[in-house]
């Protein structure tokens, strides 16, 4: 099942992913089997959990935790990109079983939940999951929504694998002494922030524990 959360994507967003959702599904590494671990742990002696996954792309993470999370029962995937949702459809549909899913075409501060059939209560996610995603969205926003939510003692987890500011090797120094070069003062320092964007902005969520492994 597909909807739109209203207000819908605006053209820009639509438009940043949807060439290069092929791309992106054939290429892109998977989630490493440490970093799908931490998440997973979160739903262990959950009942029927659900999961929230947001700038879910080509569904990479919610087909991780599929197969780490046996009971999972209900995915929200989220995406401002039909043609990545159609991708994530493509890689989720053979490995469901008794799962539902549910492909939202919305930006993430704005994901309103919808019942799946009418009379059917909305399931409050245990597990709200943003990978490789977070620097495009409104922070505060995104995590003032995931509270409203999300069952009681849900877990937010948010994950990236690093970028060409906090990636230390050759290629990277070059860049950025490239960047340093050809930028004006504020573009770099806007370019900085996009990809460095701290997690304990103000919001309801007040734990946020942080840890790295190798990816």
């Known amino acids: 099942m597909t909807h739109s959360s209203v207000p819908a994507p605006s053209p820009d967003q639509e438009s940043l992913f949807a060439a290069v959702a092929d791309d992106y599904a054939r290429y892109r590494p998977g989630v490493p089997e440490a970093a799908v671990r931490l998440p997973a742990d979160a739903l262990r002696d959950r009942l029927d959990p659900v999961l929230l996954d947001l700038g879910t792309g080509t569904g990479q993470v919610p087909l991780a935790l599929r197969h780490a999370v046996p009971g999972l029962a209900h995915i929200e ?7 990545m949702l159609d991708r994530a459809r493509d890689a989720l549909a053979p490995v469901l079983g008794r799962c539902t899913l549910a492909l939202v075409h919305a930006a993430a501060d704005k994901y309103r939940p919808l019942a799946p059939q009418s009379g059917t209560a909305v399931p409050e996610p245990d597990l709200v999951t943003c990978c490789r ?34 990636h230390d090797s050759e290629w990277t120094r070059a860049l950025r002494e490239l960047i340093s070069l050809r930028c004006a003062d504020g573009q770099r320092r806007r370019t900085h922030e996009r990809w460095g964007i ?16 190798e990816w």
Do not use: K
């Not at 995937?77 to 043609?83: H, I, L, M, T, Y």
């Not at 995603?133 to 690093?162: E, F, K, Q």
């Not at 701290?198 to 492994?213: F, K, M």
């Open 133 to 166: 995603s977070y620097h495009w969205m409104p922070g505060p926003a995104v995590l003032d929504m995931a509270d409203r939510v999300t069952s009681p003692h849900a877990a937010v987890a948010i994950m990236g694998d690093g970028s060409l500011w906090t």
């Open 198 to 213: 701290p997690l304990a902005a103000p919001s309801p969520i007040t734990e946020i524990p942080a840890g790295g492994i």
């Open 77 to 83: 995937a989220v995406d401002v990109s039909r043609q």
